[in-house]
């Protein structure tokens, strides 16, 4: 898995959008309606670092770091502590990502 391939599952989930997020392009939800707010963000890559973090809920995030303790971490910051998860891409399959990324787009809609 890498960032590019990413980049593309995420917006091709559908409703989603790209925007730059402090200089990383991140994904979110697209605005229900034309000029409206946009929905909650689902991801955010690390292109240097070649990670992406999917945000979640802490549930989400404890059974994804059981499945897979090597591609998948609580973000070191009090985000990871509500459920912002660094998934390491080359560590992880595409179904293996993309599985997490649907995760992280259903948690969005809530």
Same mark, same amino acid.
């Given at each position: ?10 917006? %091709? ?27 909650? +963000? ?19 995030? +404890?059974?994804?770091?059981? %499945?897979? %303790? ?6 070191? +910051? ?33």
């Amino acid at each position: 898995m890498n960032v590019e391939e990413a980049r593309q599952l995420a917006l %091709s989930l559908g409703n989603v959008e790209e925007y730059d997020h402090f200089g990383k392009p991140a994904y979110r939800l697209a605005p229900k309606l034309a000029g409206g707010k946009p929905g909650r +963000t689902l991801m955010t890559l690390w292109l240097d670092e070649r990670h992406a973090v999917l945000m979640l809920d802490v549930e989400l995030q +404890t059974k994804l770091i059981e %499945s897979n %303790s090597e591609a998948f971490r609580p973000h070191p +910051t009090k985000w990871g502590a509500k459920g912002a998860t660094i998934a390491e891409l080359n560590k992880l399959t595409p179904q293996g990502f993309e599985q997490a990324l649907r995760a992280a787009h259903t948690h969005a809609q809530r």
